[in-house]
């Protein structure tokens, strides 16, 4: 075999090592991106069904309802014009409470309620992540919402 058959056969080797490991890389990066979401989007049918997405907005006061056997907990999200009932099965975190921010990652069910597998609660008085923040802003004020989450549709 001569040396400029050899070369370029290495160079193609090579070049489908670096698309394999592009397309693994974009594969991985597409499978872990999850989307935020406000109640209001949810309301819409905007959400992707059977993904996994995060909703964010306030803990609605009086919601909150805890099973006495085990860790399951019943509570609503609402961004002070539409709410979704949301279930999580673990332990909350210290500043989880009416009232307050939250942001929960999970999958809508059929049936309208949100699956949550991991909670997060606002950790001081002034943060709240700013795509919560935006929709409570928009919701108050009765505007259309838009996220990044509008310019993907998913699959």
């Known amino acids: 075999m001569k040396p400029r058959s050899k070369r370029l056969i290495a160079i193609a080797c090579g070049l489908a090592a670096l698309g394999v490991a592009t397309a693994l890389?974009?594969?991985?990066?597409?499978?872990?991106?999850?989307?935020?979401?406000?109640?209001?989007?949810?309301?819409?049918?905007?959400?992707?069904q059977g993904r996994s997405f995060?909703?964010?907005g306030l803990v609605e006061e009086g919601s909150i309802q805890r099973e006495t056997q085990g860790?399951?907990?019943?509570?609503?999200?609402?961004?002070?014009?539409?709410?979704?009932?949301?279930?999580?099965?673990?332990?909350l975190p210290d500043l989880f409470k009416e009232g307050k921010g939250v942001v929960a990652q999970g999958k809508?069910?059929?049936?309208?309620?949100?699956?949550?597998?991991q909670v997060l609660a606002k950790h001081d008085e002034n943060y709240m992540p700013p795509e919560a923040a935006e929709a409570l802003k928009n919701a108050a004020a009765g505007k259309p919402q838009q996220t990044s989450a509008t310019l993907k549709q998913a699959p």
């Open 54 to 56: 995060r909703i964010g």
């Open 108 to 117: 809508l069910g059929a049936d309208g309620l949100f699956r949550a597998d």
């Open 71 to 91: 860790l399951t907990t019943r509570f609503v999200v609402t961004d002070l014009a539409k709410t979704i009932p949301v279930t999580y099965t673990g332990l």
């Open 25 to 48: 890389v974009l594969n991985a990066f597409n499978s872990n991106l999850v989307f935020f979401f406000s109640p209001t989007q949810v309301a819409a049918n905007e959400a992707p």
